[in-house]
């Protein structure tokens, strides 16, 4: 009761100041509007349904095998094939709290359980005939740390107060995102020397005891720059390809890496960002579960970025119990991040009671024109029975005028924020146009498909007033699109499937999460995606949840096994 009255009270302080600060600005008049089409529209949300089957670059020009491991090899020459394979079935496929109880009953250590990541990792992901092209660097500290867990492990006795927590626990980060040790690099080549301090989110899952494992592979620049490209395509890291149907199945954009790794089980969890389904589209294309927080609930300090209106980061993982752990362990407030809100519940917040979670009565909308989908017609069936009423909604025709200006202005000014407050002082590019000038002095290399989406960048000329007049305009829009029908309905939450309805989560703010709803014909994974309103990340990991549970979905790409 306590976590829903402070709740309450911050959404009301929250929404007069919202509303007071927009009342001083005019409207977007319609001469100053510029609809987004269809095409641009594909590339707002990153969708991830482009069917590359063929791509320029398959393997890292910049990157090679050796040098991810160099460092790492000599630490694992005690870790054998036999270790690997009488792990496998402790490991492979194990939610967080049943590792913690292996370790708890002594069937591993989490030195050991780091070493079996690294093992897959390096037996699967670079220069085989399964590569997955999904990381991008290990951190060469690593081991070291783990065995410091494993001695701390011997003060806590046991691992019974750690079932829900992400100590010990393995965890790769995209490669957007700062951590000690290893380059930022946002898969440019640009970046490849931009080694920094930890981002806040990385502090925080220091603090609650991970492992940072290392970096995974993304679209570069966070899908906003080439245009052309296909998703979990990055100059450094190369194609990130698809466990499901390497070179056949879209991998999804653009935490690439951080969906494939997940699925792959190349650590207990990742961390992906998103502007709009960078988080949603991978974690739905892999058969994994994303979720994509309100913005402001995880700081973005320390994250490459493209808008400081809509990124966040969030994380992708196997089950939602993992999801609700890790989110546990990153959210809270971040005075350096002009998003960032105090946050009124303790940490276990949103793992509690997330077990005796019920749809009995809950009430979601679903559109009309999604009937068409077998996978979908399916997974509401089975919330019809767990208790769940589903209403077939038609869907407000709202637009997004103006999206790709949001993100083109945005960036324009957030990049050179990053670089001045967080980037490596060595390295001399700032802006955009450094970027796309250090990019031509080898374009083979640094960008094969091109750099169209940065001139747009640099091309925009609106001014500050626009770009607030923009966020007013499609933060409204966003919102009523969500909230029409849910109070027209009396909705709970609103039905999707992968990223179909992340542009407008994103202008609005809201939350989502996909959770695997099956595989086509043709093999390719699906995700139903809840998507809620402000704040309610703890219903949408219980609705997520009891559907899970409900319909075990999820299938281990096979050939990973």
């Not at 999460?513 to 309103?533: A, C, Q």
């Amino acid at each position: 009761m306590r976590y829903i009255l402070f709740l309450l009270i911050f959404l009301f302080v929250f929404s007069c100041k919202d509303n007071k600060s927009r009342e001083a600005r005019e409207p977007i008049s319609e001469s100053e509007t510029v609809e987004t089409t269809a095409e641009e529209q594909s590339e707002l949300d990153a969708i991830s349904t482009k069917d590359f089957t063929e791509f320029k670059v398959l393997d890292s020009k910049i990157l090679m095998k050796a040098d991810i491991w160099a460092e790492i090899n000599p630490q694992m020459e005690d870790f054998k094939e036999s270790d690997y394979n009488r792990l496998k079935p402790l490991i492979l496929e194990q939610d967080i709290p049943t590792l913690q109880k292996h370790i708890s009953d002594g069937n591993f250590t989490y030195e050991a359980l780091t070493k079996f990541y690294l093992y897959r990792i390096r037996k699967f992901d670079r220069e085989n005939s399964l590569s997955l092209n999904s990381v991008i660097s290990i951190n060469p500290e690593v081991l070291n740390e783990a065995k410091a867990k494993d001695e701390a492990l011997k003060i806590y006795g046991n691992t019974q107060n750690l079932v829900y927590s992400v100590f010990g626990m393995p965890i790769l980060l995209k490669d957007n995102v700062n951590a000690s040790g290893m380059a930022t690099t946002a898969g440019a080549v640009a970046l490849k020397e931009n080694v920094t301090e930890d981002a806040f989110i990385v502090q925080k899952l220091k603090s609650k005891g991970a492992l940072i494992l290392g970096k995974a592979n993304l679209s570069e620049w966070a899908y906003f720059f080439c245009g052309e490209c296909p998703s979990g395509y990055s100059a450094i890291g190369g194609q990130t390809l698809n466990p499901y149907g390497r070179r056949i199945i879209d991998t999804g954009g653009s935490s690439s890496g951080s969906g494939v790794a997940a699925s792959a089980n190349f650590a207990a969890a990742t961390i992906g960002s998103e502007t709009a389904g960078s988080i949603l589209s991978p974690a739905s294309q892999n058969s994994v579960v994303g979720l994509k927080p309100t913005v402001g609930l995880v700081s973005r300090s320390g994250i490459v970025p493209i808008s400081s209106t809509l990124d966040t980061a969030g994380p992708i993982t196997r089950t939602v119990m993992d999801n609700a752990i890790v989110l546990d362990a990153i959210f809270g407030e971040d005075q350096s991040d002009s998003k960032s809100f105090m946050i009124m519940w303790e940490s276990g917040f949103y793992t509690k009671d997330l077990k005796n979670a019920s749809l009995q009565g809950k009430r979601f909308g679903a559109p009309k024109r999604m009937m068409e989908d077998t996978l979908f017609v399916k997974a509401l069936d089975v919330l019809k029975q767990q208790g769940a009423e589903i209403i077939e909604i038609e869907e407000q025709q709202i637009g997004l005028p103006n999206f790709i200006s949001l993100l083109n202005l945005d960036m324009k000014k957030d990049l050179p924020a990053y670089m001045d407050a967080y980037a490596n002082d060595n390295i001399s590019i700032r802006t955009i146009e450094d970027v796309m000038e250090y990019n031509l002095k080898d374009s083979l290399i640094n960008m094969p498909y091109g750099q169209d989406l940065f001139k747009g960048i640099v091309g925009d000329n609106g001014d500050a007033d626009y770009l607030e007049r923009i966020k007013d305009t499609l933060n409204t829009n966003g919102k009523s699109y969500f909230d029409v029908p849910m109070q027209q309905f009396n909705l709970d939450g609103f039905l999707s499937i992968n990223n179909n309805h992340a542009a407008y989560a994103a202008v609005a703010e809201y939350p989502a999460i996909t959770v695997p709803m099956g595989y086509t014909d043709k093999g390719v994974p699906k995700g139903l995606t809840f998507i809620g309103k402000r704040l309610q990340e703890k219903q949408l990991l219980e609705w997520a949840y009891v559907y899970e549970q409900a319909s075990k979905e999820r299938v281990a790409p096979e050939n990973y096994n």
